[in-house]
């Protein structure tokens, strides 16, 4: 490139960027935020676009195409399972759901919500032995 | 030369990336910045195959399509305890393929070099992204091997392992520096090779609960990588991604080091200089008292406050499901319960986070370790179910124990312990955990799921 200092510049910025973005995730996400910086990685694929697409070589052309398999991983993987872990953390919202059934025991799984939602703000005070 | 509204396109791209990983700092937010980040990233490649003039656009077309299937099932398939396996995965491929692309830049450099000179510049950074792309691909696939336990966890050393290191690194600086006085295709290759032989090398004396820090390590180099490619090639989106993820990459190794209480040299180098071979890995014969799930149910039901530390060996038996109606019927009972998560619970930093998440259990009860480690004191009942590692008081007491230095939970402060196991076997850092034979503590053994659902009926019936 012509003008090495512009990209010098844009480099500098974006590592500030990075710096200041991440700093403020809290730990709950780390996890989460490794896999979704590892899905924005994935924009090698359109390096590997760029150079597959401007070669004549036949051998150059197959080398191109696995990387261009790689990096669609890389960045479509990334970005679903991003995704399905975060749509968990989501479904924490309190169902208004007021069915009064406090016996919780007969489902395991996601009909137990209603109970779940209640205790945390009751619990704390209540010292009370059984 | 990429038309200007490409170039607009591009730093849109740009823009929905700084989002994305803006969005994760909330767990309101994230998944919408996901979704931005994933828009962005679509709208890049639209923008390629339009903008510039392509050939082969059938077979690329098609290599996309097997990669996104290909991304798509792995990424729906996978269980969310293989959750680190698969992140090193997807980062060892992203690295490859950034090696491969500077490998076809280097190809066509050569090619045309009889046509004047290629900046030097341009060079050091095609050797840069073959060498670290090669190094984060290989480097990537041992820690998926060593996650997935398709290999032994424990650090693996040889006798001239150093010395193959350091020897590998120089030669890789010394072909760098052939790379960029007179390009060929050959040291291009060579290069490669020996970022794939350094990478191996880099990861293998790295124990298993250290693992998650390197992939941190390796996914900030790829992203070092794909900036460098950007520059090559002359586009800023990739700069600027690759920038935002290594910088963002190398912070968060950082911030992983600190919660265990090590420097990144430490963890990467440590076993080399022998500090780290404590721990045989093996069961212990010493006494330790032992009880039934009736008498741990009497213990819990009697408690006022309970604290349970899960690890990832409930996640493991996926017993997080029970131990959330455990929790739920105590909660009932008036009993306080909270969870206590280490920040490096499971096998990468906000893993149990992830799968708690899973069994719906809900946020507020998940308390960061820094804010519950003052009421251990008023605890009457901590239930240890599948942790050990970040419980063990070793990290405070031996100096020469690998864990020694990471903060962990107290647990030993409070009045009675209760761990949840299935035999006396060392946790993932292989040592053993003095707590287990504290006359406060208790051991419930068995499988993880079923314990816990005798434990629970056992609740039930008080």
């Known amino acids: 490139m012509s003008e090495p200092i512009v990209w010098l510049t844009i480099f500098v910025l974006s590592v500030f960027v990075g710096i200041e973005v991440i700093s403020k995730v809290s730990s709950t996400l780390h996890t989460p935020l490794m896999s979704g910086a590892n899905a924005i990685h994935g924009v090698i694929l359109l390096g590997a676009i760029l150079v597959t697409g401007s070669t004549d070589s036949t051998g150059a052309l197959a080398v191109g195409l696995v990387a261009i398999v790689l990096a669609t991983v890389n960045m479509v993987g990334g970005f679903v399972v991003t995704d399905r872990m975060l749509q968990m953390f989501g479904t924490r919202r309190p169902r208004p759901d007021t069915s009064a059934q406090p016996n919780t025991s007969a489902q395991p799984n996601t009909s137990a919500r209603p109970t779940t939602n209640a205790q945390p703000a009751t619990n704390t005070q209540s010292g009370a032995r059984p | ?462």
């Open chain 2, 1 to 462: 030369m990429t038309p200007t509204w490409a170039q607009i396109a591009y730093l849109v791209a740009a823009v929905c990336f700084i989002l994305a990983l803006k969005g994760l700092s909330s767990p309101k937010t994230a998944r919408t910045g996901n979704l931005i980040g994933a828009v962005g990233a679509v709208l890049a490649c639209v923008t390629v195959f339009f903008a510039v003039d392509l050939d082969h656009e059938v077979p690329m077309l098609a290599a996309i399509a097997v990669g996104s299937v290909a991304g798509v099932v792995g990424a729906q398939r996978v269980q969310m305890t293989q959750m680190p396996q698969l992140v090193a995965l997807f980062n060892g491929v992203g690295g490859g393929a950034a090696a491969l692309v500077a490998l076809l830049e280097l190809h066509e450099v050569v090619a045309l070099s009889g046509f004047g000179d290629v900046p030097k510049f341009d060079l050091a950074a095609i050797a840069f992204t073959i060498l670290v792309g090669s190094v984060s691909f290989a480097g990537s696939l041992v820690t998926f091997a060593k996650l997935q336990e398709l290999m032994t966890t424990r650090p693996v050393l040889f006798p001239g392992l150093p010395v193959a290191f350091g020897g590998s690194l120089l030669a890789g600086i010394g072909l760098s520096v052939l790379l960029v006085v007179d390009p060929s295709l050959w040291v291009g290759v060579v290069l490669a090779l020996l970022g794939l032989a350094l990478g191996v090398l880099l990861v293998l004396p790295v124990g298993g609960a250290d693992v998650p820090i390197v992939i941190s390590l390796l996914n900030a180099f790829t992203g070092l990588t794909v900036a460098a490619g950007g520059y090559v090639l002359g586009n800023t989106l990739l700069l600027v991604a690759g920038t935002l993820v290594g910088a963002a990459g190398t912070l968060l190794t950082k911030l992983m080091a600190t919660a265990m209480g090590r420097s990144v040299l430490n963890i990467l180098f440590g076993a080399l200089k022998g500090g780290s071979t404590l721990g045989a890995g093996e069961a212990s014969d010493r006494p330790v008292r032992s009880a039934g799930p009736e008498d741990i149910a009497i213990l819990l039901g009697y408690a006022s406050r309970v604290i349970v530390i899960p690890g990832y060996g409930l996640a493991v038996a996926q017993a997080q499901h029970t131990l959330r109606e455990l929790v739920d019927v105590l909660g009932e009972k008036g009993i306080s319960v909270e969870y206590a998560i280490h920040p490096v619970a499971g096998r990468m930093p906000g893993h149990m986070n992830v799968l708690l998440a899973e069994a719906q259990v809900p946020y507020e009860q998940l308390k960061e370790m820094d804010d519950i480690n003052g009421e251990f004191k008023q605890t009457d009942v901590v239930l240890v179910v599948g942790a050990n590692d970040v419980v063990n008081p070793a990290a405070k007491t031996t100096p020469g124990a690998p864990i020694y230095g990471m903060p962990i939970l107290n647990a030993d402060e409070a009045r009675q312990i209760v761990f949840m196991k299935r035999s006396m076997r060392p946790g993932f850092a292989g040592i053993e955990n003095e707590l287990l034979f504290d006359p406060k503590t208790t051991l419930l053994f068995g499988d993880a799921k079923e314990t816990m659902g005798k434990l629970l009926a056992a609740v039930k019936a008080i």
